[in-house]
């Protein structure tokens, strides 16, 4: 894991802090480390942008072609099982 030091913080601004994270029972750096996680999570936008970038790497497949390989397959299967030839009726 990363770690970091943040440096010039204003007194009040830390005493504030100090105070949230003890009324709420918690380290200092325990709450810094919620608020930096909570800051530095995906927006919405930026999971769906992702998310389509990925759809753009990935070959669309045709339902319609994929249930006819599948058939294909499936006949071809139980053709070398039951040693049929291909296009019988079984």
Known sequence: ??????????????????ERARAAGKSAEQLAREAIVEK?????EEAWARI???????KRINDVDLVEEIR?????RTNRILGSEPGSDL
């Open 1 to 18: 894991m990363a770690s970091m030091v943040i440096r010039n913080i204003p007194d009040d601004v830390m005493e504030r802090f100090k």
């Open 72 to 76: 294909r397959e499936r006949e071809e």
């Open 40 to 44: 530095g999570k995906s927006s919405r």
């Open 52 to 58: 389509d970038a990925l759809r753009a790497q990935t």
